[in-house]
DNA sequence: CTGAAAGCGCTTACAG
DNA sequence: CTGAAAGCGCTTACAG
């Protein structure tokens, strides 16, 4: 027999069972009055033919797709597929479980450096990843009124109205700046980025009020766009520091490496911290890590962005993150 | 003057075209026949009115979406979350930048293990990655008549017409054991899972074939389900092996842990060798690593299912992986 | 070269 | 409790 390979549709469902695509979609919705047993009957038939609503035509008509975009505001920058990235792939896998919970999906939104967002996809909201100063997705977001959640504080003026989902920062420095104190820092150095977003301007100021308050002599060094983290790192240490935090872990990494060509121990003369994740089952590097817990943002972002959708006041979500002294890892003896 | 909120759309564009839809439609879209001068004034227009055409109803009319889904087998299993899913997440990466090149996005598709696959996203085809044994999701997408690709070759039978990426396993583990080999094992290992896709088995069947070849004692240790990849790997450190293989960085980081808590130098006594992603930064750790290279798999995985969607043949490709010995990134001194 | 009209597959007032 | 019909915003034969 010779199947029609078309895809079963509301009618063929609503034939099987001699009633109208009306009560069909009612039954399948749970929307409108329908018998109880013609309801049954009805799932079991959809069932039992495959029935897979057409997604495009329920959004055509209903205005949602069920699809929520996210986007990286720096993208395209040099240093991204080595420091960012890896923050960025963990908020998408922890978007994507959460998103399941609320019925929606996440899609990976392309942003063009040159010509800014061209969203493609038709997505009810879009969740944007550590926006930068003059940020064009928020612009485009905003001219076309696509509701938008952002990881990381918008830094240009007028989006007071736009829900902000943010790693707490402020605890998680101030618990790396007091395991330094602790360790007697004399010369403590930030290696910081060159990107702007909130996280890496707050990041430095709260490294230079703790330095200011302590009256110590805080360096920060910034690694410019296309520079070996590793040069950067090496030209700190040579500097004389004591202690350094690094933005992220390729910074970081990059000092444990200019460390070890210098013969310096870590956590011994010079100390190292960074934000970033670290493997339960690693062996201990030496360094403490301020652990970001990205798929909590990115599940954080999810909710309140379908809480945005469904009208709830935006309501700012700090996130908290964990520090993580060296050797935490390793086994007694 | 009380702007109305509502989204532009080809009939705003063509009212304000003093023009029919049709000819807006088709010089939007290079189609038909439009004098040239006729083209660019409906395009200035519609830029003009910050046009974007309403791609629910184009995917509607077209069937054509241009979003390309991706979904991990093995989802919801125990160890997922650390020996998997950075694997995935880089997937994922790579697809959605290369999706980009073809006009197409990528969305995450959620795989339910007790309800199977449930496309609720309207996608033109699927990405499987690892498809597993019995694969429900390669079943669904069978009986729907999704287009499929997946990564890793299928284990089930009647999906010879599916285009396969792999990474190149046979080439990778000839490096792997042929490094163990000049290094002067006696008694090699393998710490593998209990995750039946064809990289595990793979994997565990060249390992097999080259220890009877070369007339050595290999063990094969498989982590199981819930158990403690440390726990596994000193298990088989206590078993006198000189040389391991890890699966993953899961299971290679475990070995280095069980190693640094037994006082076995890496590599000296012992040499370990792991799938993964080295980063270029990071300090040297002892041991050699297998590099996959995840993020160019989603993208040969996105070519070849625009291709297969496009009409082509199916095509299988192999990603080369690379071989990096130990203390490759460790600076001279 | 341009336009009037059909129709993609749904959901949802509205009328019985 | 059920059905006939409108319409979401596009693309595309078809007719001029």
Redesign the interface.
């Known amino acids: 027999m010779a199947t029609s390979?078309k895809?079963v549709g509301i009618r063929d469902v609503a034939a099987a069972a001699g009633l109208s695509i009306t009560t069909v979609s009612w039954a399948l919705n749970d929307k409108g009055e329908v018998a109880p047993d013609t309801r049954e009957r009805v799932r079991r038939i959809a069932r039992e033919l495959?029935y897979?609503p057409?997604?495009?035509?329920r959004?055509?008509r209903t205005g949602r797709?069920?699809?929520l975009g996210i986007a990286v505001a720096h993208r395209e920058s040099a240093p991204w597929e080595?420091t960012y990235?890896?923050y960025?792939?963990?908020v998408?896998?922890g978007a994507?479980?959460e998103?399941?919970e609320h019925?929606h999906?996440?899609?990976?939104?392309?942003v063009?450096p040159t010509r800014g967002l061209e969203?493609?996809?038709?997505c009810d909201g879009l969740i944007v990843v550590d926006p930068v100063r003059n940020d064009p997705i928020l612009a485009g977001c905003r001219?076309?009124?696509i509701p938008v959640v952002t990881d990381g504080r918008p830094l240009d003026e007028g989006y007071d109205d736009v829900p902000v989902v943010t790693n707490d920062i402020a605890a998680g420095m101030g618990a790396v700046l007091e395991h330094l104190r602790t360790a007697g820092t004399a010369h403590p150095a930030l290696l910081s980025g060159a990107e702007a977003d909130a996280y890496t301007l707050d990041t430095e100021r709260l490294f230079r009020n703790w330095c200011r308050r302590h009256d110590l002599p805080g360096t920060v060094r910034r690694v410019r766009a296309g520079e070996s983290?590793?040069a950067a790192a090496e030209a700190l240490l040579d500097r004389g520091v004591d202690a350094v935090h690094a933005l992220n872990?390729?910074y970081g990494?990059?000092l444990?490496?200019a460390a070890?060509?210098r013969g310096q121990e870590v956590p011994g003369r010079l100390r190292i911290t960074m934000m970033g994740e670290r493997?339960p089952?690693?062996?201990?590097?030496g360094a403490a890590y301020l652990s970001l817990d990205p798929a909590a943002i990115g599940a954080a972002c999810v909710r309140a962005l379908v809480a945005h959708l469904d009208g709830a006041p935006a309501e700012n979500v700090t996130v908290p993150c964990t520090f993580i002294p060296p050797g935490r890892?390793?086994?007694a003896?």
């Open positions: 390979r895809r495959g897979q057409n997604q495009a035509a959004a055509l797709t069920r699809i080595q990235l890896p960025y792939r963990s998408v896998a994507a479980i998103a399941v019925g999906a996440i899609a990976a939104i392309p063009s969203v493609q996809v038709p001219s076309r009124g983290p590793v872990e390729t990494n990059a444990l490496l070890a060509s493997d089952f690693a062996p201990d590097n890892a390793r086994p003896g």
